[in-house]
């Protein structure tokens, strides 16, 4: 992994945090009775979003990493789906939409990469996403025939430092957001 870097250094978690603001923004001028339904739900998420980085950041149990860029990831996509609803509404408009969806979209690009270089800590067998080496007949088609229990066993484990490794943001990798 690469040298630690503060949370506030972490370019996802600047984007995220942006983005709550612009949300917190957006949602006061809506009607005054969603202000405290779906405005308080999209501004929650919103905010989740940053926070489930900021809560595992300095987690030295790998899996309890992976699962803090797992629930961010979770509330991002919860984020466009009420934005989606405020356009659905009225409040917002495809323009507006589109524009907080593809900012998201790639945050949750980036999340993904992060997860990817988090799994490289795990043993082979314990990984969620295909190795790229892997040729076979689908993805994780290597793992689903192993029946194997997942278990604490520090000798299989590459150390992993505080913080979240950069990820590898191939161009040429497939959009699986």
Same mark, same amino acid.
């Not at 629930?71 to 405020?86: D, M, N, Y």
């Not at 993805?139 to 520090?154: V, Y």
């Given at each position: 992994m690469s040298e630690y870097k503060k949370l506030e250094e972490l370019i996802v978690y600047q984007k995220l945090c942006k983005l709550h603001i612009e949300v917190c923004e957006m949602t006061r001028k809506w009607p005054a009775d969603e202000k405290f339904e779906? +405005?308080?739900?999209?501004?929650?998420?919103? !905010?989740s979003s940053p926070a489930?980085?900021? /809560?595992?950041?300095?987690?030295?149990?790998?899996? !309890?990493?992976i699962e803090g860029? !797992?629930?961010?990831?979770?509330?991002? +996509?919860?984020?466009?789906?009420?934005? &989606?609803?405020?356009?659905l509404k009225g409040y917002e408009s495809e323009a507006v939409y589109q524009s907080f969806r593809e900012r998201y979209k790639e945050c949750i690009r980036i999340l993904n990469g992060i997860e990817r270089k988090l799994e490289l800590y795990l043993p082979e067998r314990e990984r969620r996403w295909p190795d790229k080496s892997d040729q076979g007949s689908? &993805?994780?088609?290597?793992?689903?025939?192993?029946?194997?229990?997942?278990? /604490? /066993? #520090?000798?299989?484990?590459?150390?992993? #430092?505080p913080g979240y490794p950069e990820p590898d943001l191939d161009p040429a990798a497939p959009d699986i957001s």
């Open positions: 779906l +405005g308080s739900q999209v501004r929650r998420s919103s !905010n489930q980085l900021a /809560e595992k950041y300095d987690d030295r149990h790998l899996r !309890n990493k860029v !797992n629930r961010s990831r979770g509330e991002a +996509g919860e984020t466009v789906h009420h934005l &989606f609803v405020a356009k689908g &993805f994780g088609s290597q793992h689903s025939t192993q029946a194997t229990a997942l278990r /604490e /066993e #520090p000798a299989e484990y590459k150390a992993c #430092p």
